[in-house]
């Protein structure tokens, strides 16, 4: 997409045209997120941290496995709702840079075999260092692209490009993709051995899906004309 504005100016003079350019690329996501949620809700105060407990137990024997991934922190909260239950729910994050990484898809298919567990994701986004590298190529197509409308136009008038005035580009915002999965569980948690580990209830892809990063710039051109009428 590419919109422009020609704008031929004498400024001390100098006369310059505006051009706006935006491009978007595209990639295959390297980073995943997923959020683990375990809930209990009763309205035995005992009866819902020993379900909670006994959940975070089994979900965190999941998670002791996938050492390729990244776990970020945990996260308790605790309240009664207005039919007075008392409602528990503990969160983690675990992070997978290299999506190729298939401890990823173990993971997830072992917590959906959870009672009470919930699974937000994979959520699809870029690493850092593949942000930076995409926003990077997407502004130098922009750029490359603008040079190319503003020589057309100045040319059309008789004029030629004679440099840079100045450059403005906008922040990059990455378009992802999140999956939710709610854990279908087995009847009792006390069914599963305190050794043993859920079996995987679920055959789902993780193959990563396509991040567009668009780059916006605005390029104002300085000119050179021969005929001073313009």
């Known amino acids: 997409m590419t919109t ?16 706006t350019d935006s491009v978007t690329v595209e990639a295959l996501a ?10 209990s809700n009763n309205k035995d105060q005992r009866t819902t941290f020993t379900r909670r407990d006994i959940g975070v137990r089994k979900a965190q024997q999941v998670l002791a496995q996938a050492t390729l991934l990244q776990r970020q922190g945990e996260h308790l909260a605790e309240y009664s709702d207005y039919k007075n239950r008392i409602d528990s729910t503990w969160r983690c994050t675990i992070v997978a840079v290299d999506v190729d990484n298939p401890q990823l ?10 009672e009470n567990c ?16 995409l926003n990077a190529t997407a ?33 990059t915002q990455v378009t992802s993709t999140q999956t ?14 305190k050794s043993s580990l859920p079996e995987p209830s679920l055959e789902i ?5 396509v ?20």
């Open 4 to 19: 422009n504005e020609i704008r031929i100016v004498p400024d001390e003079h100098i006369s310059t045209i505006t051009v």
């Open 30 to 39: 390297d980073k995943a997120t997923v959020t683990v949620k375990v809930t």
């Open 105 to 114: 898809r173990d993971v997830i298919a072992r917590l959906a075999n959870l």
């Open 118 to 133: 919930v699974i937000d994701g994979p959520n699809w986004s870029l690493s850092a260092d593949k942000q930076a590298e």
């Open 139 to 171: 502004q130098a197509l922009a750029i490359k692209n603008a040079k190319a409308k503003a020589e057309m136009l100045v040319a059309e008038l008789g004029g030629t490009i004679s440099g840079v005035v100045q450059v403005d580009s906008k922040p």
């Open 180 to 193: 939710v999965r709610r854990g279908r569980g087995t009847p009792e948690f006390a069914s599963l051995g």
């Open 205 to 209: 892809s993780t193959e990563p899906d």
């Open 211 to 230: 991040v567009s990063v668009p780059g916006t710039v605005t390029v104002v051109f300085s000119t050179y004309f021969e005929d001073t009428a313009l």
